[in-house]
């Protein structure tokens, strides 16, 4: 069975530019969670999308957004990028919004803003 | 509020040596818990969780977690430490009545093993 998948692995930008991550969740699975995790520091939530809908976000600019696909596949954008936003971008998906559920993950997008 | 805390940036064991890193949590109904690891520019793995019934929890590659609710910890622990455990761990929970099913991360804790 696949795991998630992000491309692209690496993402150079210039300040001021859009980015466009992008999510294959597993198989089967209908939730998918977007995290920032900056350099050696913890996981920040960004985003979940549930059966294609936006159901909760962190504490983020509303320049951080994204959507999910009927094919369950998300994309996260950044708009108007800053160099803080440098970190790399995990996804998760987990089978159903079920709270008992596991997060599987991604391998991750390391975006560089310069 | 819910909240998980990792009291230790990083911990040092030797190889074949027990290990332990710690974990406390805050919510306001009953938690669900879990442990991923994360290896140098990967993405987190799960590692073990717990829903309910026994308190300890045994998951991959050997890592086990009991679950203790008095003390509101979830502490994983490994009998024997192996220099490939080395890397970032993070607790992660869960309130079972939040309907936003919003998972709360610690920090992380850095585990160096040392041969």
């Known amino acids: 069975e696949a795991g998630v998948t992000q491309s692209p692995t690496h993402l150079i930008k210039t300040r001021g530019q859009q980015a466009t991550l992008r999510c294959s969740p597993i198989s089967g699975h209908t939730s998918v969670y977007w995290y920032q995790q900056a350099l050696g520091l913890g996981l920040q939530f960004l985003l979940w999308y549930d059966e294609g809908e936006e159901r909760n976000r962190g504490n983020f600019p509303p320049r951080f957004s994204g959507r999910q696909f009927p094919n369950y596949s998300s994309e996260l954008n950044v708009n108007a990028l800053e160099l803080e936003d440098s970190a790399l971008y995990l996804c998760?998906?987990?089978?159903?919004?079920?709270?008992?559920?596991?997060?599987?993950f991604g391998p991750g997008t390391r975006l560089t803003v310069t | 509020a819910q909240s998980v805390a990792q009291p230790e940036d990083q911990v040092n064991v030797a190889e074949g040596n027990p290990l332990t890193v710690k974990c406390t949590y805050s919510v306001s109904g009953n938690p669900y818990l879990f442990w991923y690891v994360q290896y140098p520019n990967r993405g987190l793995q799960f590692l073990l969780k717990?829903?309910?019934?026994d308190n300890l929890v045994k998951g991959s590659y050997g890592f086990e977690a009991e679950f203790n609710k008095s003390q509101t910890s979830f502490h994983l622990k490994k009998p024997s430490a192996l220099v490939s455990d080395s890397a970032l761990y993070f607790c992660?929970?869960?309130?079972?009545?939040?309907?936003?099913?919003?998972?709360?991360w610690g920090a992380g804790t850095k585990l160096i093993i040392k041969p």
């Open positions: 998760a998906s987990s089978p159903t919004s079920g709270g008992s559920y596991e997060q599987y």
């Open positions: 717990y829903i309910t019934g």
């Open positions: 992660a929970v869960r309130d079972m009545w939040d309907s936003n099913y919003q998972l709360i």
